[in-house]
């Protein structure tokens, strides 16, 4: 007895534009890019805040710049991570996954700005450092969302075609992020990560 194998419909990329998948694949799509915009841009704008030029002005001749990190307070922002997706396992089942991420995204980034502000101002450590905690907890919330959302937003024949490609348009988020952050006061980067 030999099975004779059936052809198998593959997920393409029309099929998520198809018009009953079109409004979700989009939404989603833009979804992606905008967290990984607003993580890695919060990342780097730790990065720049928690250090400090350590170049010597009086050597002309050294074409070296170093930076020295203020790593407790690195250490600190970047334990939000498991904060955030511990608190995404808690409670996403009982809050919502939509109710979820509008709270983490709208969240998250008023504590970009707020630390973006706190910075700006000379405001007490203590008070960027928690702005950088919340940002980074609640964009962490919001990420590990998105990747459960977009699961079970997709039926079977597109799934993985959907989440490859709304994961390559998080990269290209997160390739954008550092231009956005390098050009811009420390203000205007945190006005911009907000909207």
């Not at 600190?76 to 991420?101: H, K, M, N, W």
């Not at 504590?111 to 450092?129: E, R």
Request: aromatic share 14%; hydrophobic share 45%; glycine share 6%.
């Amino acid at each position: 007895c030999v099975l004779k194998e059936e052809p198998r419909e593959s997920g393409t990329f029309l099929k998520l534009l198809s018009p009953k998948r079109r409004w979700a694949t989009i939404i989603l799509w833009i979804v992606w890019f905008s967290v990984a915009f607003m993580y890695y841009g919060n990342v780097l704008i730790e990065t720049l805040l928690f250090s400090s030029d350590s170049d010597d002005d009086d050597d002309v001749s050294s074409t070296t710049v170093g930076y020295s990190f203020d790593y407790s307070d690195l250490a600190i922002t970047c334990s939000a991570e498991y904060v955030g997706t511990t608190l995404v396992i808690l409670t996403i089942d009982s809050f919502g996954r939509i109710p979820t991420q509008a709270f983490s995204y709208l969240f998250g980034g008023a504590c970009i700005l707020g630390t973006a502000l706190s910075y700006s101002y000379g405001a007490d450590d203590a008070l960027t450092i928690t702005f950088a905690f919340l940002a980074r907890m609640l964009i962490m919330s919001g990420y590990c969302v998105i990747w459960l959302m977009t699961a079970e937003t997709f039926t079977t024949d597109v799934r993985t075609t959907a989440h490859a490609i709304a994961n390559a348009l998080s990269k290209l988020g997160g390739a954008v992020a550092p231009y956005v952050v390098e050009d811009l006061t420390t203000n205007a980067t945190g006005w911009v990560m907000l909207t």
